[in-house]
């Protein structure tokens, strides 16, 4: 009873907390150097250290407290831990769509495992409805966790599977399909998919959540249900992200797959359509399309499934002084593409002419984009864009990095022969490459400058 009272607890932090007759999950009153603080004393991870106590306060937010710094401790009560979601029957009706929800991983439904600190996804139908009722409005939900991974450690072995079982549900007769995915990579595997499943007969909606389903600022479940809404209802039947639009809870933004990324580490309006515009924008009531050019629901129950993918391919993002030996040390290693985010309209120093060279005498595929994301590669303006494109490296338009990397490995997975390759990387599949960028394409808000106050100050925070 002692060693289940004092979870994780060791050392200082566990021998203050049995002076003052504490324990895990009791309700006490804390004071400290800092201050008094009220809350729920939550266990330690197995990897944490041993000099601080953790408390869950009221507001939902847990705080770490110093256990040397503490000088009084008061019980207050105790309560029982509770690691389990609430789970309902998710009601099912003939007149609603059919959803599917397919897991990788991530934390868009989860629980706290507190022995290890390690977010659980939850993930059966009955434990969706339970944490999130709203999702029973649109659609009869069917879910299947293909994988558990996080999402850096997605790779061809998931993208096939995932674009197979694509397949799989559309012949079968979805309505829609919900990937829940961690956000880190998502926006590789939006674009993979992309490539790999096309001429989709409906919507296929990547979502996930920037904070965890524990926390209260989590945008777990509205992005669950603006996903839903859009897998069952909207008329977009493309590979796109679901995700907070505006840092508030207002509405969802649809990105399109291949023109998507994540701009920011922790914000939850993290994603942003780069170079274009978003597809639309969504939240509970009501779907907006911002685009009108966007594949659309048919009745057929075919796609064009090709889940080759070649995995020797690298991004190699160019900065002053670098050496050609990092690229010789590419090809030496047997890679048989490469992605350059080069500077400007396409870009790098002399001293890397000679390996460039190298490797596409080699039969390395060497394609170009711009790291600075918005705006194209173009490579003729300059002489040094004409002289990298002189040694065989192919200019990819205003191609993102990311997303030139992913084509270039599927590409690579077809053929080995450049001028194939050229083609299919060349030959937008959807709009990864568009022949303009929009006047609105490009909106990066810089504070403190006077017309972005003024409209900061006009808008509801």
Partial sequence: MVESSMSGYRGIGRAVLERHGAGVWSDIELEAAQGTFRGLVLPRSETADDRHIVLKLASGYNVGIAAEAVTRITVL???????????????????????????TGG??????DYRTGA??????????????????????LRTESLFSVFSENMGPRQYQGLAERIAEEVAAGVDGIVIGHGTDTMHHTAAILSFMVQELPVPVVMVGSQRSADRPSSDAAINLIHAVKAAAESDIAEVMVCMFGPTSDQYGLLHRGTRVRKMHTSYRSTFRTIGDIPLGMIDAARIVYFRHDFHRRRPERSVKLNTAFEEKVTILYYYPNMKPDVVDA?????YRGIVIAGTGLGHVNKPLYPALK?????GVHVYMTAQTLWGYVQMYVYETGREIMELGVVPAANMLPETAYVKLCWALGQSNDPEQVKRIMLTPVCDETTAREPYNGYLVFQGAIPEVQGFLRSIKR
Avoid: M, W
């Avoid at 979601?85 to 599917?100: A, D, G, I, M, W």
């Fill in 77 to 103: 009560g105790r309560r029982e831990a509770n690691y389990k979601l609430p789970e309902k029957q998710f009601p099912h009706s003939r007149t609603k769509p059919n959803v599917v929800l397919l897991g």
């Fill in 107 to 112: 934390t868009i439904a989860s629980r706290l």
């Fill in 119 to 140: 977010v659980i996804p939850a993930f059966s139908p009955g434990e969706l409805y339970g944490s999130v009722p709203e999702l029973a409005a649109f659609c009869n």
């Fill in 330 to 334: 590419v090809v030496d290693k047997g």
């Fill in 358 to 362: 190298r490797a596409v005498q080699r």
